[in-house]
Structures are given as C-alpha cells and as structure tokens.
C-alpha cells in the first residue's frame, strides 16, 4: 500500500474513524484504524469497537493499492504532529509502514488487514430516510439529554425513531424526564417504520453532522442502522426490547398554562443552582402565584432565593424540581420562548412551543420537605 494525502484532509478522516475505536481492548485490532487504499484514488479509514463502525471515505494519490490496520492513537499522534504538508504513508509486504512529510519520518509496524473484523452488512437497495443534516442534528441535540445511563434497561439507553408517512418523530425517556422531537419531512416514507438508536452511537452522529442543508441519508434494517453523512458512514447495531410509551406520560391537561422567555428562566435558576453541587444535592424550590415565580434552594451551604416574572396566571402552586433536568430541557428548547403547563404539586412540568408541536419536554417533580 503507498498513498500520499494533504496532513489536514488526513488529520480530520483520522479523528473521524477513531471515535469508533476501543480505547482499552483484550483485541489489539480493535485499538487500530483499517486503512484501504484504492486504486481509484479513494481511501477509507475505519474505525471498529464491535458495537459501531465509522467509515471515513477520503481522496488521495494512490500509487499502491493495498490495505493495513495501524494503531489509532499512535498513528492519529503521528499525523497531529507532522507540518501541515502532503504526507506520504507505505507498507511493505512485511507490514513495516513509512510515514514521511517534510524531513519527519516515523517507521511503525502494522497488522494484517485480513485479521480486522468485518463491519456489519446494512440493507441500502430500499429508499432511505433522507433529512438536511442540520435537521437531523438538532433533532439528537435537543432530545438526547434525556436517554438513561441505566443498563438495568438498554433500550432507554438509546433514542426512539419513529417515521410515520411524513412524520419523523424522536424520543428519549430516562425514568425521570422525556424529550421529543418532530418534524416533518419532505418525502413520505416507503413504510412506516420505528427503531431505537443506542445514545453513544447518536452522539457520534450529532459531531459528525453540519449545520448544513446537505442531506443526511439513514438506513434501518432488522438489527442495525447505516447513517450516511457526506463521505462518512456510521453503522451501529439497534437497540432491542419494548420503549417506553411515552405519549402516555404526557399529560391530556393542564391547571395553568403559562408563557416564559427561555434564557430569562435559565438564568433565574441558574443563580438559585448556585449553592448546589454533586455533593450538596438539593431541590429547586418552585413558587408559582399569580404571575410571579418564585425560585429558592436550601443546602447545607446556605440558601438561594430569585424572582422572575411569566406571562399568565397560576393558582398558588409550589412544586419542587432538580435543577438540572430543568436546565437541561429549558437549554434544549430551539425557541426564545416556551409555553410551561402545570397540573399539581406531584405532576410532571411540560414545556412546548407557543406554536405547533415540535417539541415536548417534561420533568418530574421531586417531593419537597417541608422548611
């Protein structure tokens, strides 16, 4: 194998396809990046950890077509730290590999190419869901916050898809709060479909997307899912078992319905979350009269206390909250504004937009002790 590639253009498919390699594994391979090289002037670095693949796909001087797996770290170190010139990369037949640029020359010995475990096969003849990346992106962004860390339940660990006709919605539930996201798309689907993404898998889909309205195309099969984005391709097994149904959890009414500006709201509590911490955990005190909100927490550093003013009126209501599923929901919100609705002292909170449906957030409360 002998190719040549500008260091930037290297650099970058490098740090791409090492997201998906094992860190730590009992497989040496699986600490390595598989480099292919075609004669057609394309090469492909990828990234395996057994769970999630990443395909870079880049265009370089093939001079040699071949193939070889190189450490990851050591060869992502390697590149990093060569001068922002073409970099020439071969391998020998005895696997010794030659990486020059400038006067740097690194000498490293790769593994068989044939040793590398084999991506999973992902069913692309059927039309994908197809979606602008930007869409796509802020639709994990402002959902993914909510998927549980807890394994005693996977599936709650990833995000449901769901695509009905035109409709694309995407949900995360953790036992304590949801997100959903919707949206809808510019072609109908070819069928009505509905699969769980694993979190880690998304989060590695959301920093490859761009703001862009270059299309995002996704394809579901039986276990796995094929995500296609640009030159790079990301395939990660799906998430077994029955998701939550969580249009049952959000309440059909509410006592009071109210509107708040976002970054207003995220401040107040902000400056009351002050006093707490991982180890000071503690409760926002919420105060809803009339149209006045009262914000307060107590820890055993001492006490917070702030105001903010909402449009609407609410019947005395106090109900407390952790902060941090509050920001969480309130920082997710795509709006400068939020319609808030409220049923009791031990029903969950509900964020929407003014207008439409295209997002739903909801926090549970937590039961507060008396002063």
Excluded: W
Excluded at 18 to 31: G, M, P, T
């Amino acid at each position: 194998m002998q190719f040549s590639c500008e260091k930037s253009i290297l650099q970058e498919a490098i740090t791409t396809a090492s997201r998906a390699v094992s860190s730590k594994s009992s497989i040496a391979l699986l600490e390595g990046l598989l480099i292919t090289a075609e004669g057609d002037g394309h090469l492909t670095l990828c990234g395996y950890n057994m769970s999630m693949g990443i395909r870079a796909n880049i265009s370089a001087m093939v001079s040699k077509p071949g193939s070889a797996v190189l450490n990851a770290r050591l060869f992502g170190d390697m590149i990093r730290k060569l001068p922002d010139d073409v970099v020439f990369v071969e391998t020998n037949d005895n696997l010794l590999t030659t990486v020059r640029c400038g006067k740097a020359v690194f000498n490293l010995v790769a593994s068989d190419a044939k040793e590398f475990p084999q991506l999973p096969e992902v069913e692309t003849s059927k039309t994908p869901i197809t979606l602008p990346q930007h869409m796509l992106k802020s639709m994990i962004s402002q959902t993914i916050f909510a998927v549980s860390d807890n394994e005693t339940k996977p599936v709650l660990t990833g995000c449901l898809f769901e695509l009905e006709g035109q409709q694309l919605n995407v949900a995360a539930v953790d036992g304590y709060r949801l997100s959903v996201r919707r949206e809808t798309l510019d072609s109908p689907a070819e069928e009505n479909t509905k699969f769980v993404v694993p979190g880690t898998a998304l989060r590695e889909v959301e920093r490859i997307l761009t703001e862009t309205d270059e299309i995002a195309e996704i394809y579901p099969d039986a276990r796995h899912i094929l995500f296609r984005i640009g030159d790079t391709v990301l395939i990660t097994r799906l998430l077994e078992g029955e998701f939550l149904n969580y249009r049952a959890a959000i309440p059909a009414d509410a006592s009071a319905v109210i509107t708040a500006d976002v970054r207003q709201l995220i401040t107040s509590i902000e400056r009351v979350s002050l006093i707490v911490s991982e180890k000071l955990k503690n409760p926002v005190r919420m105060e809803f009269d009339g149209d006045l909100l009262k914000l307060s927490c107590i820890t055993a550093i001492g006490k917070s206390y702030d105001e903010y003013q909402y449009s609407g009126e609410v019947e005395h209501l106090e109900i407390g909250f952790n902060n941090r599923y509050l920001l969480d929901a309130l920082r997710a919100c795509p709006s400068d504004t939020v319609r808030i609705s409220l049923k009791g002292s031990l029903n969950p909170i509900v964020f929407t937009p003014e207008e439409g449906d295209a997002f739903t957030y909801l926090v549970l409360p937590v039961r507060l002790k008396a002063e």
